[in-house]
């Protein structure tokens, strides 16, 4: 299984007024390719991620897993999620490289969707396709 997908990280802090959440739905067909480089494979080798902002990544076969790496500076509702034509499934890991959550299939077709308050910190996202 090989293909290519979109991940994005969103994040909403706990104090902040909402008021200009509206977020504009940009056109979703940005085919932004990747370097061809192959995103890491374990926390020491994550890609470094900006809140609210979106990767291409590239899942090379059934074991390829791509990690990404947020920092969140206060506590809030961290969103992570994919949109591919794979079933992919997503992780949510803390510094310490611990999952705190995974999913499957909660988000769109196959697409992982994970939805978490987390205090401030250094967080790992995962990306692996579901095998069956
Ligand atoms: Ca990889
Ligand atoms: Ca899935």
Redesign the pocket.
């Known amino acids: 299984m090989s293909g290519a997908y979109t991940v994005r990280v969103a994040f909403q802090a706990d104090g902040s007024s909402s008021s200009s959440s509206s977020s504009s739905s940009s056109s979703s067909s940005s085919s932004s390719s990747s370097s061809g480089a192959?995103?890491?494979?374990n926390c020491g080798a994550a890609t470094y991620m900006d809140l609210n902002s979106q990767r291409s990544?590239d899942?090379?076969d059934g074991y390829?897993?791509?990690?990404f790496r947020v920092w969140v500076p206060e506590s809030g509702w961290l969103t992570a999620f994919s949109a591919s034509q794979l079933d992919l499934v997503g992780y949510l890991k803390d510094s310490g490289c611990n999952t705190l959550v995974s999913d499957d299939n909660s988000g769109t077709d196959a697409n992982f969707l994970i939805d978490r308050w987390v205090p401030p910190g250094t967080y790992f996202v995962a990306v692996k396709g579901a095998r069956t």
Do not use: V
Request: avoid cysteine; charge should be negative; hydrophobic fraction near 25%.
């Open positions: 192959d995103d890491g494979d990544g899942i090379a390829d897993i791509d990690y």
